[in-house]
């Protein structure tokens, strides 16, 4: 989950929160009244990179039009 903060308290703290996102790579979600408005995210300039973490997370499927799970809906017991 996304760090969250007001519009009120991002202005006086912009750069602190900037510096933050930029270490952490978390980002951080800005509202207005409770509503989310913006997102700040880091900046990637190597799409490499960014994909990196998802490699070797693919699941290979033999019939991809198969439906899986079925065992666990308890609708169909």
Do not use: H, N
């Not at 270490?23 to 300039?45: A, C, D, M, N």
């Not at 070797?56 to 439906?67: A, H, I, L």
Request: glycine share 6%; proline share 6%; net charge negative.
């Amino acid at each position: 989950m996304a760090k969250e903060v007001s519009k009120s308290q991002f202005k006086p703290r912009a750069l602190e929160l900037f510096r933050e996102v930029q270490q952490t790579g978390e980002e951080l979600v800005i509202t207005e009244r409770g509503k989310p408005v913006l997102r700040l995210v880091p900046f990637v300039r190597d799409l490499d990179d960014l994909l990196r973490s998802l490699r070797g997370t693919v699941v290979k499927y033999d019939d991809p039009t198969e439906p899986v799970g079925l065992e666990l809906w308890e609708g169909l017991r």
